[in-house]
């Protein structure tokens, strides 16, 4: 069975420090990846997602990047966090053919 | 994809059905409908989705009415356990779309199961 990976589940980091935050999936080959970020009391908000490795697509512009080394490894990273990016984020995949997305438990992500 | 409207939050009594709407008036053809619920603290959890006919599973209910520009979904016996949000979401699916198979959720229906 697929499973998707997540970490660290907590993360508190000062303004102006870099991030990456980790997302594996097992159990599946050549799976579509998303990151969102979900704001206190708001819903999810798409910011990339990639259709195999090193392809990435942006849906938002922020001080956020990511990158996708392994078909089934996607990262995301900063080079200087801003507090405006606190918030919850959440790794997901979707195979090609099925088009249900399964999320990871996210990262709850406090800048301080 | 087209766009969805949900009530911002419900109440139901433990035990009872819960029935969730959701206006799609502009869904095309080909977009199905998609639920997800997502409880405090975690990622989403997909629960059921279907094209024009009704579906069912260990979940819940989805009914689509016949223009398909409204669905429901019901969880036939709320339990504490399924206060959530529920998000309704419209998209295509298809075999061949690999170009990105993106998922947008509005600000969904916040659940309230109570005892």
């Known amino acids: 069975s697929q499973t998707i990976h997540q970490w660290p589940a907590t993360l508190v980091q000062p303004v102006g420090s870099p991030l990456s935050l980790e997302c594996t999936v097992e159990g599946t080959s050549n799976p579509n990846l998303y990151w969102y970020r979900q704001a206190a009391g708001r819903g999810l908000q798409l910011l990339f997602y990639?259709?195999?490795?090193?392809?990435i697509s942006s849906e938002v512009p922020q001080n956020l990047s990511a990158s996708r080394p392994q078909d089934r490894q996607f990262i995301l990273s900063s080079k200087k966090l801003l507090l405006s990016d606190s918030g919850f984020y959440l790794c997901?995949?979707?195979?090609?053919?099925?088009?249900?997305?399964?999320f990871g438990q996210g990262t709850r992500l406090t800048v301080v | 994809d087209a766009k969805t409207t949900q009530p911002p939050s419900m109440d139901c009594a433990e035990g009872r059905a819960a029935n969730l709407p959701c206006n799609h008036s502009?869904?095309?053809?080909?977009?199905?409908v998609y639920w997800y619920r997502q409880i405090h603290s975690q990622g989403p959890q997909y629960i059921i989705h279907?094209?024009?006919n009704n579906e069912t599973n260990e979940m819940a209910s989805l009914i689509i009415t016949e223009d398909r520009k409204s669905s429901t979904l019901i969880l036939p016996h709320a339990t504490l356990r399924d206060t959530a949000v529920y998000y309704c979401i419209v998209r295509v699916r298809s075999p061949l779309d690999n170009a990105g198979n993106m998922l947008t959720f509005g600000g969904g229906t916040r659940l309230m199961v109570k005892p």
């Open positions: 279907g094209l024009k």
């Open positions: 990639s259709i195999g490795i090193d392809q």
């Open positions: 997901a995949w979707s195979s090609s053919l099925n088009t249900e997305a399964f």
């Open positions: 502009t869904i095309s053809g080909n977009e199905y």
